[in-house]
């Protein structure tokens, strides 16, 4: 079965920038659609980045378009995710998720432990 495991994640000021990964084992990342997802306790799971499995379409939420950048290196089996100009609101545990490449319809049955973001003013 899949593994996920997120790490990267800190301690830093707006402003600053960080990047994400996410180690996938068991099976190769070339296999999923994969997606990032971000959580702060007491609000709701929110969507962050997604793409496909060959990365011929991306998707961002409006909160991050133009600051966040979802990519993967397949040789390292490692989905990224690069954040530049963080914002306090950018303060979440970030998770990853992979669904199944062929399914006909995304569904994320695949999630990492989460690593934690913290932005400060």
Known sequence: QVRL????GGSVQAGDSLLLSC???GRSLSAYNMAWFRQDPGK?????????WSEVSKNYADSVK???TMFRDNAKSTLYLQMNS?????TAVYYCA?????LSRVRYDFWGQGTQVTVSS
């Open 66 to 68: 133009g600051r966040f």
């Open 5 to 8: 495991a997120e790490s990267g």
């Open 98 to 102: 992979a669904s199944d490449h062929y």
């Open 23 to 25: 180690t996938v084992s």
């Open 86 to 90: 963080l914002l306090p609101e950018d």
């Open 44 to 52: 709701e799971r929110e969507f962050v980045a997604a793409d496909t």
